[in-house]
């Protein structure tokens, strides 16, 4: 064997250890902080646990508890139901999107005011918004009373806490949308305008047949993204309505879950309905990818 070909030879091992060690870090996390609590709640949602003693296997029993249990139904048709906020916010974000692509002055000053509440503590944003829904002497009552309207007690009616809660929700993300709609919009083609100007397209066609199509990636990003986070509403519910609000009209499923899991220490039961819950998100993700691949186009 030749010099050169030692060299090589020790050159190429010292770069496989060295992609060796590269690799390992992310895998090592994924087996420890993902693959590992993943295969465990599996596992633990066939056991009786209370997280302080042994998992004691008990088969279907959870879940079939799960399938019995009207307050597991009526969290997870709040947390569907909350979810209405996701097109409202989508569509609010477009509109805001497109005043704020327009070379207007104030322009910079309003995109910051627009952004501030994304970047927000939500636990902050949460205690704000329950003051302001005070039916003494909150905010919201205080503006409607200007209009002579009586405004209701907003988180301590089942009639209004839910729209209440999408409300706050719609504010919170409206920023995070409308800038990835603002650079989305800065990105298309000024030519395609132009040529559909040409052709005689109006205003109204050109956004229904240029501007809707070429949003689509960040509407589908959006759309599952928001559908994602939605499904886990948590901290603004524990804050502004810490008892599943009245009636249990607030109470969304990971709250439920939190509240079987530590409040009562059925931790067992808890992880089944994680698991119900990661399966349902997965499947509707995968429904979403599916209609996206099918509903795809280019421009050549």
Do not use: C
Request: hydrophobic residues 55%.
């Amino acid at each position: 064997m030749s010099t050169t070909t030692v060299r090589r030879s020790r050159l190429h091992r010292r770069e496989h250890l060295a992609a060796v060690a590269f690799i390992a870090a992310p895998v090592l996390g994924f087996l420890i902080f993902i693959a590992y609590p993943l295969i465990f709640a599996v596992y633990a949602s066939f056991t009786k646990w209370n997280g302080l003693s042994e998992p004691v296997f008990n088969g279907l029993d959870n879940y079939v508890e799960m399938f019995n249990d009207r307050y597991f139904w009526q969290a997870m048709g709040n947390t569907i139901f909350m979810m209405i906020g996701i097109p409202i916010g989508l569509l609010l974000s477009l509109l805001l999107a497109l005043a704020l692509n327009r070379k207007m002055r104030g322009t910079t000053f309003f995109r910051t005011v627009y952004y501030v509440p994304v970047i927000s503590s939500l636990a902050a944003v949460a205690i704000l918004w329950q003051w302001a829904y005070n039916g003494d002497f909150g905010l919201v009552n205080q503006v409607l009373a200007i209009f002579g309207i009586d405004g209701p007690n907003w988180l301590q009616d089942a009639a209004t806490a839910k729209p209440a809660i999408i409300i706050m929700s719609v504010w919170k993300g409206l920023g995070f949308s409308m800038l990835l709609y603002l650079a989305a919009l800065q990105s298309v083609p000024r030519h395609l305008y132009e040529a559909a100007a040409i052709d005689g397209a109006g205003t109204f066609a050109q956004f229904r047949h240029i501007t809707v199509p070429m949003l689509k990636p960040v509407t589908f990003f959006l759309v599952v993204t928001s559908i994602i986070g939605g499904a886990q509403i948590f901290i603004e519910i524990n804050i502004m309505t810490p008892t599943g609000g009245p009636e249990f009209s607030t109470a969304s499923i990971v709250w439920y879950i939190w509240q079987k899991a530590f409040n009562y220490l059925q931790m067992g039961y808890a992880t089944s309905m994680s698991v119900v819950l990661g399966i349902l998100v997965f499947i509707v993700t995968a429904i979403q990818f599916q209609m996206n691949r099918r509903s795809q186009f280019s421009i050549e």
